[in-house]
């Protein structure tokens, strides 16, 4: 997909910004229900006192050069901001760019004033937002590769902001700020509409990103402005700065963003520096021992966390205090102990202050019985009440292989009912097959004191009779034909269809609401109920709790045909059929699950994803 030339692109942002406004956002009256959202032309026409036919012309593309009173006038009648005011005017003065520029040269004083910058973060983007340099602080919060003057490859940060997992789990309200991101980048994308290389880069981006594909035709701009960000680390913590951008006289391709830390978070970077310095000895390729031990253990702790909590939001939490506590207490670690214990004590600990004053987390049909009456749900407990799924992209790929099964649903809400440390004894001992010495090592314990904590909770686990323990008696592997049948089914909304894809018995649950549903009949009348909200929406392929085959679905949102997040299926396969579906409503859990946060109306997908 090309961009337009200069003049289609001026016709675009009118239109995107035209079709944004109703009559009564700019004192019109509104006459009856319309076929196309927002102002007509003559309206706009109206509004900027010039002709329909030549506001026609001018949003067609033609050629014409509107005078600055003209795209003042423009800017007035669509109630631009003071960015996009300043995007018109770019458009229309398009500058003509043949072939691309050689890259940026960074100057050897320029350089030495980011370096000098330490220990706040600062790298330098050129015309692209290709990373030119960048300082050791920035290697550290942004996980960006060592800088090498002489590489001659640059990592495109528009790029790394929307496909680097790491940088969507530590940049608070990533959606939002990516959002941002592409309406700055398309900012100053109006100044060379016709360079090559930014068409290249676009055409690329529209299809590596979701969002960038939902939010780069909406032909938003904003420029470049000081903020104040917030990020976080699972190793340093959540760390505070002020934005600013500066540019250099002589070359305004050029962008040095500087990310000056507040004084706690300069405190940790400048600590953390002191490390890479000392363990390296002037070898920066290198990082301290205990950041690549941490990274190792990140996946296994979150599996071990979310066996404790019931929660991934919650794992990710303990996750994150357990490897903060550990980075501060690490000078006093004594080096003859097993790593492993140290740090699972550490986040048993975590989690064990986490569960002081929580109520245990349930699947709803173990807080009451099956619907009676089948209408759409109403109540609802709080977030806390409940089990939530986890991605397996979160997971230890050790358990998604050999331990799947203590993953399961049914199995995380079995271990909710243990008193926590009997819990974590049972999950060390039980599920990661630790002995009782190396557990009584990581707890705290005697062998003596483990040993009797695991047989109380496995007698507890064979008192327990919760009604979901019949979801652990499930198929190992979901057939696919099952699982392209019920999307199939699902996005055409045919009932009778879903039906036979129903178990006998079959059930579904949809927390938060209380209520779930057992039966064919009260199956079929359960979406009969709710066919208003969910016909049109489409699923989209995701894996949770152990490899269980799982469906985002995306309900239709507002007259143009926008999808937005819903909830999380998870489907549990029994002889063949569909036994339970959980419904997760959270969106939430979308940006976790690494899932976009709309969808445009196009048509329901008919295949199963291989995905």
Not at 33 to 39: A, I, V
Not at 521 to 537: D, I, K
Request: a neutral charge; hydrophobic letters at 40%; one cysteine or more.
């Amino acid at each position: 997909m090309k961009e337009n030339p200069p003049s289609l692109s001026l016709g675009d942002f009118l239109r995107a910004r035209r079709e944004r406004l109703t009559p009564e956002e700019v004192g019109l009256p509104s006459y009856g229900r319309r076929r196309t959202p927002g102002l007509r032309r003559e309206e706009v026409a109206q509004l900027a006192h010039m002709g329909t036919s030549w506001y026609t012309s001018l949003e067609q593309g033609r050629d014409i050069n509107p005078s600055e009173q003209v795209l003042d006038s423009l800017a007035e009648a669509l109630k631009l901001s003071v960015d996009e005011r300043r995007h018109l005017h770019m458009l229309a003065k398009a500058a003509e760019v043949k072939g691309d520029k050689p890259e940026q040269e960074v100057s050897a004083g320029l350089e030495r004033t980011v370096l000098a910058l330490e220990p706040n973060p600062a790298f330098i983007l050129g015309r692209y937002w290709d990373l030119l340099m960048w300082n050791q602080a920035a290697e550290i919060v942004f996980h960006l590769p060592e800088f090498s003057k002489g590489s001659g490859q640059h990592t495109n940060w528009m790029r790394r902001f929307l496909t680097d997992s790491s940088l969507r789990t530590n940049n608070l309200d990533w959606d939002a700020k990516a959002q941002v991101m592409i309406a700055q980048f398309r900012a100053d994308y109006a100044h060379f509409p016709q360079d090559e290389r930014f068409g290249k880069l676009t055409e690329e981006f529209m299809q590596i990103s979701e969002l960038f594909r939902s939010y780069w035709p909406r032909h938003d701009v904003q420029l470049v402005a000081d903020c104040h960000k917030r990020w976080k680390d699972p190793c340093i913590g959540e760390m505070e700065f002020e934005h600013v951008t500066l540019q250099p006289p002589g070359n305004q391709d050029l962008k040095i963003m500087i990310f000056t830390a507040s004084p706690a978070t300069s405190e940790r970077l400048k600590s953390l520096l002191r490390k890479f310095k000392y363990h390296n000895r002037g070898n920066m390729t290198e990082k301290p021992i205990e950041l690549e031990l941490f990274e190792e253990f990140r996946t296994e702790l979150t599996s071990y966390c979310y066996r404790m909590l019931g929660s991934i939001f919650d794992a990710d939490d303990a996750v994150q205090d357990t490897l903060i506590r550990a980075w501060q207490s690490w000078d006093q670690f004594r080096q003859e102990a097993s790593p492993r214990s140290w740090i699972y004590r550490i986040a048993t600990n975590v989690c064990l202050d986490k569960l002081r004053y929580t109520k245990r987390r349930a699947l709803p049909m173990d807080l009451s019985g099956p619907a009676v009456s089948i209408v759409e749900p109403r109540t609802v407990l709080p977030h806390t009440s409940w089990i939530w799924p986890v991605p397996d992209t979160a997971c230890d790929p050790v358990d998604l292989l050999v331990r799947k099964d203590t993953l399961r649903l049914s199995f995380i809400a079995l271990l909710q009912t243990l008193p926590p440390r009997q819990r974590a004894v049972l999950i060390l001992n039980d599920v990661l097959r630790w002995s009782a010495k190396q557990t009584a090592e990581a707890m705290g314990m005697t062998s003596v004191a483990v040993n009797s904590a695991l047989q109380r909770a496995r007698a507890t686990m064979t008192r327990a009779n919760l009604r979901s323990d019949e979801l652990r008696d499930m198929d190992a592997e979901a057939d696919r034909q099952l699982l392209t049948r019920y999307v199939e089914a699902f996005e055409r909304y045919d009932i009778d269809v879903l039906m036979e894809l129903f178990h006998e018995n079959a059930s579904l649950s949809m927390p938060p609401f209380v209520m779930w549903v057992r039966g064919h009949a009260n199956l079929a009348s359960f979406y009969a109920a709710t066919r208003s909200h969910c016909f049109g929406s489409r699923l989209l392929p995701v894996s949770a709790n152990g490899k269980n085959p799982a469906y985002a679905q995306y309900a239709p949102d507002g007259p143009d045909g926008t999808l937005k997040p819903w909830g999380i299926h998870v489907l549990e396969i029994k002889d063949g059929k569909i036994g339970h579906i959980h419904t997760f409503i959270d969106t939430a859990l979308y940006s976790r699950f690494g899932l976009p946060t709309q969808l445009d109306a196009r048509p329901a997908i008919s295949k199963q994803s291989d995905e």
